[in-house]
């Protein structure tokens, strides 16, 4: 019973398809049979399907195999073919190549039947063996003419010789034993192919090679390397563009920077033109050469070509030599096709980019080495005249819309740009060096103000300096040439110098920088300008190139250039100036800022110098209307129309626009001074005015005049009475004033501009009526302790203000010249509350004489203020009303301010008129008191009061007064003239 439990069990374990029919009927019922059945059948028809599926997957893998194993056949049956042909070639070229010649055989024949083979073989082979011991002799000949092409054909000859002995030798073993020097001698001539490729390759890198040359330099390279015409092509331009970087090589420095750019241009147009030579190949016939690359190779690959390669005419071992050695010629692997006209322009126009670039970064790398703008124009001139003759710019144009499908320009297109961008830098370098080496001599200048060099003394007393006569005051042409003349002249002499204020120091500035700019000038106008002889610019041949293409850039880059330079100068000036106005406020010992003063007006005087004294900055700014040499006739036509119209004509407005800067920076110096100036006289009189002391009261005191008076009573009576009234200002307003005048004295008031002392009074007044001010408001404060405003000292303050408004009456229209004229009228009045008013009607007619007295006697000690009134102030007034007895010497000035500014003239209302003797008579009396000298009391008597006795003569200011016109005034010096 166990046995059949274990059978059913291993049938159980059998899957259903496995298991015997009559098992699976005794375990399954019908029903699962069934199913069995039809999962089997489901089970096979799925194996057909994969079953067909791999069939058809598979096919096409079985069918590319048995094509490859077809394949394979063909190929091994045609390399069976191929080696049997081979086999037969091999035979037929051993019996090309034997030793015994066709001449010689049929002469040997003919002449020697019956001979010996043996000999006619021995023979053959020592006559091939004699000229492969000749052949490098023959190869270094080539080499040394530097024929190439010759050493190539020999070279290869040599090789064909060797190859069909070493055939002979193994069908003959015993040629080595009997020629042993033939293993020997390939050895000696093998090495000459490396040379002769050397050499081609060293030609191509030559600029100075020629067409053909270069020709049949490169058919040596294509018959010894089997290379085509495209890739000998490739080959040029890469030894032309090895040779342009290595003219820049460190090697190449001993030749100079004009042969290296000249060496440059003379490769790039060499090149193009051999391109064209060469390469290019026309559809149509053309007049310039072409295509001769392929006609050379041609030349030396037809049959003709081996006739003339051995010279052996009347030589015995030539009788011997076989045909193939004696009519060999080199053959091609291929056909030699032309190069493609696209090829050719699109690798030369890649070629001009890298040169291009090449000829950027190395001709730039040696125009650094070129330090002015002259030398670049000669270098500019070679390449010009280069381009002009050299041959190969014939047909230039056609030749580069042939090779380049464009026009080429060598100096605009590689070198314009370069030789551009330096003389920029040369120009800019030039100015900034000039710029920097003016300001260390500024600097230097300043350092010595106050140190009391030598240089710097006629800075700090500019009126010694001015009143200093020097041998150089008056030019030696000052008698032939006019007054403008002289001013514009490179000499003008030290009285013009002097009349500017313009002292050695800023001279020798003005003249450094204009020196400086002149030689910039004059290097930049080497370059703008042509310096080509008569002869060959009236030349028929057309000009490589316009040399003054660029002109107008470079002019505009120095008017631009020399404009930054000017405001960097400016800039300077202005740090100065700030550092100078800050030190004035902080620092308040007097020596310390006078010296400061001096280095301010030291830059103001220096920027009117530079615009008037450095013409070349002028012409710098100006541009290229005003650029020209010195002697040329623009040059001259410039400086008359400057000098006759006061250089309002000739300017334009970048020049009007860079003197406007410097004038703006001198009036900025002026201002400083005046500010300083201002406030250092008005604490003067601001701390005399407010002084608390009475003492200080009687050191301003100055002396009243004490005059007598009769006063009728009600009854009838007379009564006599001396009053005291003020005849002078104070001494803090006449020290204020003498301050001014000997200030602006100092600093050359004749130099300086009307506006800038209009700004100097202006302020001084304006601050001195404050100060006035003050003291009234001040009197008016119960708590004040300031002096006490008394009818004295009210009468002294009135004199005072009206005595300043005499000096300076600012009779101007501007809104600040009548505020003036309204704060003075207001002092007055208020000063005139705290007087009697009786004794203010009394007192006022002698205030008003003594005032008018007053002006006329310090109007010329007080000259650089009273000399700003246009209008004639003292000679406008009306004559004084006193009596008869009352008639003094004292003078009005001139009402003719511009001739004579401080000229006496007479106070008589009436002319009379003067005889000629009596003239003449005062005249001989006055030069004969001329030999003695005048004592004191003779010199004051002019100006002190005189008796009636002496009023009754004619003084020489009357006789003067008495002219009735300026005519008369100067016939009577004329005579002066004759008489000496």
């Given at each position: 019973m166990s046995t059949t439990v274990q059978v059913d069990r291993r049938h159980t374990a059998l899957p259903v398809h496995e298991m015997d029919t009559n098992i699976l009927f005794e375990k399954f019922t019908v029903e699962e049979i069934r199913e069995i059945e039809k999962k089997t059948r489901a089970d096979i028809e799925r194996k057909k399907e994969d079953l067909r599926i791999m069939v058809g997957e598979r096919y096409r893998d079985l069918i590319e195999a048995a094509d490859t194993i077809t394949e394979m056949k063909n190929s091994a049956q045609n390399v069976m073919s191929s080696i049997a042909k081979m086999e037969d070639m091999c035979r037929q070229l051993k019996q090309r190549h034997m030793v015994r010649g066709t001449s010689f055989q049929q002469r040997l024949s003919t002449g020697h039947q019956g001979g010996k083979k043996q000999e006619v073989h021995f023979y053959g082979i020592a006559s091939q063996i004699k000229l492969l011991l000749d052949m490098p002799e023959k190869i270094w000949s080539a080499l040394d003419e530097e024929d190439y092409l010759t050493a190539t054909q020999h070279f290869l000859l040599s090789r064909h010789i060797h190859t069909s002995l070493q055939l002979e030798s193994q069908q003959s073993g015993n040629l080595l034993s009997m020629f042993p020097v033939l293993t020997r001698q390939w050895a000696a001539i093998s090495h000459f192919r490396t040379t002769i490729l050397q050499g081609c390759r060293n030609v191509l890198k030559q600029p100075a090679a020629k067409d053909e040359q270069i020709a049949r330099v490169l058919c040596s390279i294509i018959v010894l390397e089997d290379s085509t015409p495209r890739q000998v092509f490739n080959e040029f331009l890469l030894a032309r563009t090895t040779a342009v970087q290595q003219l820049f090589h460190p090697s190449h420095q001993n030749a100079s920077v004009k042969e290296q750019i000249s060496l440059v241009v003379q490769l790039i147009t060499t090149t193009v033109h051999q391109i064209h030579t060469v390469f290019y190949s026309p559809a149509e016939p053309s007049d310039i050469p072409c295509n001769l690359l392929l006609t050379i190779l041609t030349e030396i690959t037809s049959e003709k070509q081996g006739a003339r390669l051995l010279e052996t005419h009347g030589s015995m071992s030539a009788k011997s030599l076989p045909k193939s050695v004696l009519e060999f010629v080199p053959t091609l692997r291929s056909h030699a096709v032309p190069v493609s006209v696209q090829h050719l322009q699109d690798n030369c126009q890649q070629w001009i980019n890298t040169c291009m670039n090449n000829v950027t970064s190395g001709v730039g790398k040696l125009l650094s080495f070129v330090n002015t703008v002259k030398r670049l124009a000669d270098i500019r001139d070679q390449v010009w005249l280069y381009l002009k003759q050299d041959s190969c710019m014939q047909g230039w144009d056609l030749v580069c819309q042939r090779i380049l499908n464009q026009p080429l320009s060598i100096w605009h297109g590689f070198l314009q740009p370069l030789f551009i961008s330096r003389v920029k830098a040369l120009i800019k370098f030039q100015l900034e060096s000039s710029t920097e080496v003016t300001k260390r001599q500024i600097s230097k200048v300043v350092m010595a103000i106050g140190s009391g060099e030598e240089g710097g003394i006629a800075d700090t007393d500019l009126a010694g300096y001015i009143w200093h006569e020097t041998p150089g005051d008056i030019p030696v042409n000052m008698a032939w040439t006019t007054a403008t003349s002289r001013s514009n002249s490179d000499n003008p002499g030290g009285l013009i110098m002097k009349a500017k204020a313009y002292t050695p120091v800023i001279q020798s500035l003005c003249k450094t920088y204009e020196e400086k700019l002149q030689g910039l000038l004059q290097d930049a106008l080497s370059y703008l300008s042509l310096s080509t002889p008569v002869e060959e610019s009236k030349s028929s041949q057309p000009e490589a190139f316009d040399r003054l293409s660029d002109s107008d850039a470079l002019y505009v880059h120095i008017q631009t250039s020399c404009k930054a330079c000017l405001e960097e100068l400016i800039k300077y000036f202005k740090e100065h100036l700030t550092l100078w106005e800050k030190a004035l406020h902080d620092i308040k010992d007097p020596g310390i800022n006078q010296m400061t003063q001096d280095k301010v007006l030291l830059i103001g005087r220096l920027c009117s110098a530079i615009g008037d004294m450095v013409p070349a900055l002028q012409q710098c700014i100006m541009g290229k209307?005003?650029?020209?040499?010195?002697?040329?006739?623009?040059?001259?036509?410039?400086?008359?129309?400057?000098?006759?119209?006061?250089?309002?004509?000739?300017?334009?407005?970048?020049?009007?626009?860079?003197?406007?800067?410097?004038?703006?920076?001198?009036?900025?110096?002026?201002?400083?001074?005046?500010?300083?100036?201002?406030?250092?006289?008005?604490?003067?009189?601001?701390?005399?005015?407010?002084?608390?002391?009475?003492?200080?009261?009687?050191?301003?005191?100055?002396?009243?005049?004490?005059?007598?008076?009769?006063?009728?009573?009600?009854?009838?009576?007379?009564?006599?009475?001396?009053?005291?009234?003020?005849?002078?200002?104070?001494?803090?307003?006449?020290?204020?004033?003498?301050?001014?005048?000997?200030?602006?004295?100092?600093?050359?008031?004749?130099?300086?501009?009307?506006?800038?002392?209009?700004?100097?009074?202006?302020?001084?007044?304006?601050?001195?009526?404050?100060?006035?001010?003050?003291?009234?408001?001040?009197?008016?404060?119960?708590?004040?302790?300031?002096?006490?405003?008394?009818?004295?000292?009210?009468?002294?303050?009135?004199?005072?203000?009206?005595?300043?408004?005499?000096?300076?009456?600012?009779?101007?229209?501007?809104?600040?010249?009548?505020?003036?004229?309204?704060?003075?009228?207001?002092?007055?009045?208020?000063?005139?509350?705290?007087?009697?008013?009786?004794?203010?009607d009394v007192f006022s007619p002698y205030m008003q004489s003594h005032l008018m007295k007053q002006g006329q006697r310090s109007a010329v000690l007080y000259g650089a203020l009273t000399s700003l009134d246009r209008l004639g102030l003292f000679s406008a007034g009306r004559p004084l009303q006193s009596g008869q007895s009352e008639q003094h010497n004292v003078l009005p000035l001139t009402s003719c301010p511009s001739r004579f500014i401080l000229l006496p003239i007479s106070t008589q209302p009436i002319r009379s008129s003067i005889q000629a003797p009596a003239l003449q008579k005062s005249l001989y009396k006055a030069k004969a008191s001329e030999g003695r000298s005048h004592t004191l009391t003779e010199t004051a008597a002019a100006v002190l009061p005189q008796t009636s006795s002496m009023q009754k003569e004619s003084s020489f200011y009357n006789k003067l007064g008495s002219m009735s016109s300026m005519s008369e005034l100067s016939s009577w010096f004329s005579n002066i003239g004759s008489k000496s």
């Open positions: 209307s005003a650029i020209h040499g010195p002697d040329s006739a623009s040059s001259r036509v410039l400086k008359k129309q400057s000098s006759s119209s006061g250089g309002k004509v000739s300017e334009n407005s970048e020049w009007s626009s860079s003197k406007e800067r410097l004038c703006n920076c001198h009036r900025e110096a002026y201002r400083i001074w005046v500010d300083h100036l201002t406030l250092s006289v008005v604490t003067k009189l601001r701390n005399a005015l407010s002084s608390k002391e009475h003492k200080n009261a009687l050191i301003y005191c100055t002396r009243w005049d004490e005059v007598s008076i009769e006063e009728e009573t009600e009854d009838g009576k007379k009564i006599s009475s001396k009053i005291r009234v003020p005849m002078q200002a104070s001494w803090y307003v006449q020290n204020l004033l003498y301050s001014l005048c000997r200030e602006i004295n100092r600093v050359g008031g004749h130099a300086v501009q009307r506006g800038t002392l209009h700004q100097l009074v202006s302020k001084v007044t304006d601050e001195v009526m404050k100060s006035f001010e003050e003291v009234v408001s001040n009197s008016r404060k119960k708590d004040s302790i300031c002096l006490p405003l008394t009818q004295q000292r009210a009468l002294q303050l009135i004199f005072d203000v009206r005595f300043i408004l005499q000096i300076i009456p600012r009779k101007d229209d501007t809104v600040e010249g009548k505020s003036y004229q309204k704060a003075a009228a207001r002092i007055i009045e208020s000063l005139e509350e705290k007087v009697d008013p009786f004794d203010l």
